[in-house]
């Protein structure tokens, strides 16, 4: 019997679930924690002109300095009430939530120490909402998307970048006081009985538990489905550079920039970015420092991970961007979904936490298949899933634009009220309200816009409303 979970809000479908990849004066805050070389100021190690391929990351892998609670392989039994694998943000935060109820908690994971390697980018107002706005290191008042040459539209929401060491260290820290022990290791093979489940790990070292929480990410190793996945792919490569100047304004950070004049002079790329957009996420610092992230919102099959770069090669050249030095890459492939699920998955945390508390902690100890389901509902009761169907629905819907058809979608969604386009991109919004918004952009939407709905939706609305009716059985 499994009781293997994995928290991952965009895939419910499968036997088991994953755990996951964005006051004092929220417009005031210091600069991030970052201090180029002093040769790069200097510009020895600058890069040809609007390129950065050839230059090599500054900064190393940096380890926390935090003295853990480590599990000690001479401990008998090894038994934990919840095993959770991989120390994410989401994983800590479950595991800080939990064993706050005192239930026995292990971490495991190769490098529980190892600083997050990516950028993070979130709605402040999310944050605050999760008592964690002291660990963004830099906010905007605003928001901007770029839908093309001639159009811009400015949102008024604060958008800010989350200080993966402060955010950590803060985890850790309630981890700590709340008992949970860690284990450096990584996760081989796993093994279910009726009211037990195993972990075997590269050291030799076996664990059990009556519940395993799989937050090792998108890209997951135990998490088993009833059916096959047939989901898009975000993927981007992002720069945190130091530039000799750039055009982007500080008080605002680029959602999406949908432009393509860059391309004037590249005709292949240009095909190719007409069928398959990828766009620009800006998050200025300073007049010298600035993120940079090319990003293919969704394809399948995925889109190639060198002409993502290339596209990104272009555009800096055409915006005037030399890169005098790379701090920090990252590349990542993702569920289309992921950039927003920081804040949602620490949010989701607490009501896994209670499903799990409700079981565990109870005097009648339910276990197994029961445990199973019951946290399983929890995080995904039929309301929820339903919204997923409907997200599900834009994803396949946005496989078939091209760049003009993604501009239009864009420029009508952006143009809704507030509250809809919010919660949309905060996944709070109930099913009928995702239907009202539906309605609301047909409405709004240009001819073209519109004509792209009428052609291009009825395969995946038919797909979506066959999902729900047998979610609702």
């Not at 991030?32 to 890069?47: A, D, E, L, M, V």
């Not at 500080?250 to 007409?274: F, I, T």
Request: include cysteine; charged fraction near 25%.
């Amino acid at each position: 019997m499994a009781t293997c979970l994995g928290l991952f809000p965009p895939a419910p479908a499968g036997k088991t679930f994953q755990l996951n990849h964005r006051s004092p004066s929220l417009f005031s805050s210091p600069k991030p924690h970052i201090t180029p070389s002093r040769k790069s100021r200097y510009g020895i190690q600058s890069s040809k002109f609007g390129s950065f391929l050839d230059l090599k990351p500054e900064s190393k892998p940096e380890l926390l300095d935090f003295d853990l609670s480590w599990f000690d392989p001479a401990d008998r039994p090894r038994c934990f009430d919840v095993i959770i694998i991989g120390t994410g943000p989401a994983g800590l935060r479950l595991a800080e939530q939990v064993s706050g109820y005192g239930i026995k908690v292990c971490c495991v994971d190769p490098s529980p120490l190892s600083m997050w390697p990516n950028n993070y980018g979130v709605w402040v107002d999310e944050f605050e909402s999760l008592g964690f706005v002291d660990c963004l290191d830099k906010t905007w008042p605003m928001a901007c998307v770029h839908i093309d040459d001639g159009r811009t539209k400015y949102l008024d929401r604060p958008y800010g970048r989350v200080g993966r060491k402060e955010l950590k260290t803060k985890l850790l820290e309630n981890c700590a006081s709340n008992g949970v022990r860690f284990h450096k290791a990584k996760v081989l093979n796993m093994e279910h009985k009726e009211f037990e489940s195993s972990i075997i790990c590269d050291d030799g070292i076996e664990l059990k538990a009556s519940l395993v929480v799989d937050a090792s990410g998108f890209a997951n190793t135990f998490t088993e489905y009833d059916k096959p996945r047939n989901h898009g792919y975000q993927i981007a490569h992002g720069i945190l550079a130091e530039v000799d100047c750039h055009p982007f304004d500080l008080d605002k950070m680029v959602l999406m920039d949908w432009r393509d004049s860059h391309m004037g002079n590249e005709p292949y790329l240009r095909a190719n970015n007409s069928k398959i957009p990828t766009f620009l996420y800006v998050m200025p610092f300073d007049s010298n420092l600035v993120f940079l992230e090319e990003t293919s919102l969704v394809s399948r099959p995925m889109l190639s991970y060198m002409e993502v770069k290339n596209r990104m090669v272009a555009r800096l050249r055409h915006l005037g961007i030399r890169v005098k030095n790379v701090i920090e890459n990252e590349k990542w492939v993702v569920h289309p979904s992921t950039g927003y699920t920081v804040a949602r998955t620490m949010a989701l945390a607490p009501i896994v936490a209670d499903a799990i508390v409700e079981c565990l902690g109870s005097t009648r100890m339910i276990r197994g298949r029961p445990l199973h389901h019951r946290v399983w509902n929890g995080l995904w009761p039929l309301e929820r899933r339903c919204t997923r169907e409907f997200y599900s629905f834009g994803m396949e819907t946005l496989l078939k634009l091209d760049l003009n058809g993604t501009r239009r979608f864009f420029d009508a969604f952006f143009d809704l009220d507030p509250y809809y386009w919010q919660g949309f991109l905060s996944s709070r919004l109930s099913l009928r309200e995702l239907l009202f918004l539906s309605l609301s952009l047909f409405r709004n939407a240009s001819n073209p816009s519109r004509f792209d709905i009428v052609t291009k939706c009825p395969v995946p609305l038919v797909k979506m409303m066959g999902n729900l009716a047998l979610e609702t059985i």
